[in-house]
């Protein structure tokens, strides 16, 4: 295979959006998108507000979501899987709203490395949540003594739990292609 000469036209580029008559320039047509990192930070930093809901919502943090005094301190045992099912609602819940953001109201699918990125980015915000709502029980929540078991002190049992955010993400992006795709008419050979 030989490289072209370069003396030739440029081919035109779809995504370029000067002017038809302009050529973009060098290295234009097959830039990848030059803000990769931009989309999975984003959805990281999303992380911290959803470990602070964690804290706030779930048994053995605030416990503002079920107001049972008994859950609310991490001795209860019975307030371990309601923590972990808080911190897993919340992924799901993020995850869709990530998934159908990044779809957007664009028409096609976005490319598979912004989609990949996407699921980096909500395994990594899955990490800093599930982080940032353990940081928050040490510095807001009661001192328990966890002599007897570690989870009295607020913290997440179920690790699959993580897998949930990153899961929603590529899930959500499926259906809402899906839905567009079923929406669309079919096209008519000429």
């Not at 897993?88 to 819940?93: I, M, P, R, Y």
């Not at 957007?104 to 940032?132: D, E, H, N």
């Not at 607020?154 to 795709?181: D, E, G, H, K, Y």
């Amino acid at each position: 295979m030989t490289q072209p000469s370069g003396t030739g036209p440029v081919p035109p580029n779809p995504q370029h959006p000067g002017g038809a008559g302009n050529p973009p320039a060098y290295g234009e047509l097959y830039r990848g998108d030059s803000g990769s990192w931009r989309l999975p930070a984003a959805i990281a930093a999303a992380g911290i507000p959803v470990g602070l809901l964690w804290w706030l919502l779930a048994p053995g943090g605030l416990n503002l979501l079920s107001g049972n005094p008994s859950l609310a301190s991490g001795t209860n045992a019975e307030g371990w899987l309601p923590r972990d099912l808080v911190l897993a609602g919340l992924f799901l819940l993020a995850g869709c709203v990530t998934g159908f953001l990044l779809n957007g109201k664009r028409t096609g699918a976005p490319m598979p490395g912004t989609v990949l990125s996407a699921v980096v980015g909500g395994a990594l915000g899955a990490l800093i949540a599930w982080q940032s709502g353990v940081l928050a029980g040490q510095w807001w929540g009661p001192d328990e003594d966890t002599a007897a078991n570690a989870s009295i002190a607020f913290s997440l049992r179920a690790f699959a739990v993580l897998a949930i955010w990153p899961a929603a993400v590529a899930i959500a992006v499926f259906v809402a292609n899906l839905i567009s795709l079923l929406g669309k008419p079919p096209e008519q050979d000429s």
